[in-house]
């Protein structure tokens, strides 16, 4: 029983290098979505998908973008990292976007020098 | 566009004594409030939701909240707490986003810390 899995688990990366997260899933959810989580500001929305092959922005969109081709994936990526990207990112999943729970991934610690 | 505010980032309580998370909400029509707690190096897991059929909601490991309209507050509230309660809790609101659909807003987080 997967649920939600992430990799990697741990990256670092130089200031302006590219790299995809991927999230996967196996709970035939319609809604996905990337949040990160800073200390002190709990978890911002960064995009979000209600169901393939749709996307669509959160709080905290710029310099990232995400595609969602299948149901169960949903990529996010970072084009030119910068430091201001160092966080830890959390996908999640929900069989619908209101009363129905969110399912959290691990999590992947990025750290951008 | 809805808010939560989670008032105080870190809470200490020794253990047996009373748990009260604080969780105040931005809404003009009633909202779906959620907790969810996150143990270290671990990802979010639900605590309890409100869905408007009873203002008392009870959830996992004893913990319960009571949404109150009058005071947009959606508190978290164990009798007596545990070690195994030390955690971050977040309290989550849905909020609609522009195509008619919702995604959930999550506040900043308060820390739980219990002490022997």
């Known amino acids: 029983n997967a649920g939600v899995t992430q990799t990697p688990k741990f990256r670092v990366l130089k200031t302006g290098q590219s790299m995809t997260l991927l999230c996967a899933q196996d709970?035939?959810?319609?809604?996905m979505y990337w949040y990160r989580q800073d200390p002190g500001m709990g978890l911002r929305l960064i995009h979000y998908?209600?169901?393939?092959?749709?996307?669509a922005k959160g709080e905290v969109p710029d310099g990232y973008n995400v595609s969602r081709l299948k149901k169960q994936n949903f990529l996010l990526g970072l084009e030119s990292a910068a430091p201001s990207q160092t966080s830890v990112y959390f996908c999640?999943?929900?069989?619908?976007?209101?009363?129905?729970?969110?399912?959290f991934g691990q999590g992947t610690r990025l750290t951008v020098v | 566009a809805q808010s939560v505010t989670q008032l105080g980032s870190h809470v200490s309580v020794s253990e047996g004594a009373l748990v009260l998370l604080r969780c105040n909400y931005s809404?003009?029509?009633?909202?779906?409030l959620f907790w969810y707690v996150q143990y270290p190096n671990q990802g979010l897991q639900l605590l309890l939701k409100?869905?408007?059929?009873?203002?008392l909601v009870k959830g996992i490991n004893g913990f319960e909240a009571e949404f109150k309209k009058s005071e947009t507050s959606f508190h978290l509230t164990k009798p007596s707490a545990h070690m195994r309660d030390a955690a971050e809790y977040f309290c989550?609101?849905?909020?609609?986003?522009?195509?008619?659909?919702?995604?959930?807003?999550f506040g900043a987080g308060t820390r739980l810390f219990v002490k022997a």
């Open positions: 999640a999943s929900s069989l619908e976007g209101t009363l129905t729970e969110a399912f």
């Open positions: 709970m035939n959810h319609e809604y």
């Open positions: 998908s209600v169901g393939e092959g749709t996307t």
């Open positions: 809404s003009s029509v009633p909202p779906y």
């Open positions: 409100y869905t408007s059929a009873a203002t």
């Open positions: 989550a609101v849905s909020d609609e986003n522009d195509t008619g659909g919702f995604k959930t807003i």
